[in-house]
């Protein structure tokens, strides 16, 4: 049987568990795999750009942030890419330059947002490359996938079940699905 979409990903988990019953957890399964997959995986598949306008010290994060990969000032000539500073050093950038607004030359990442130091002193573009959220399957019909069903169909496969032991109180089940989930994981990685 093919895994090509989110119903017959279910029906994959629910014959390798050999289980009937486990129709509603099963979701939450898959749930558990893609929180641990967005944790851990980074992929070139999961690369996207976002662009904003700002003269604001803080922009917010796209709400499928993951991990910043760059940031850049694109509406100077030449475009400009900021330097990534810690929190704590960017005050001290902040401080050293009494707080006054100017190009940004720095950014940090403070919560749920992107902090740009110095201040804008005028108004610009900036273009933020990031490692996205998988899409979750869960927002989507059961004939549908995303790209990591669509590509690597036994990390979805093998995580679910490896998420499905401890439920099942089977911890040498949990122990051999994470070893498959391991080696399909590194392939993954290396096929980037």
Not at 3 to 24: C, P
Not at 73 to 102: F, W
Not at 135 to 140: E, I
């Amino acid at each position: 049987m093919a895994i090509s979409t989110k119903a017959e990903l279910h029906t994959a988990v629910a014959n390798w568990l050999n289980r009937s019953d486990l129709t509603s957890r099963i979701p939450e399964f898959i749930t558990l795999a893609e929180a641990s997959f967005n944790r851990t995986l980074r992929s070139k598949d999961m690369l996207t750009r976002a662009t904003t306008s700002t003269d604001a010290q803080y922009v917010a994060l796209p709400s499928d942030f993951q991990e910043m990969l760059n940031v850049e000032l694109t509406s100077t000539d030449p475009p400009r890419r900021l330097i990534y500073a810690t929190s704590d050093r960017s005050d001290d950038y902040r401080k050293q330059k009494s707080d006054k607004a100017g190009i940004p030359i720095h950014y940090t990442i403070e919560g749920l947002t992107l902090q740009l130091n110095p201040t804008p002193d005028i108004n610009y573009t900036v273009q933020m490359n990031y490692y996205q959220d998988i899409p979750a399957l869960s927002a989507k019909a059961d004939s549908e996938a995303n790209w990591l069903l669509t590509a690597h169909p036994d990390c979805y496969l093998y995580s679910a079940l490896m998420h499905a032991s401890p439920y099942l109180m089977d911890p040498q089940s949990a122990q051999m699905w994470s070893q498959a989930l391991e080696k399909a994981t590194n392939e993954l990685i290396f096929s980037d």
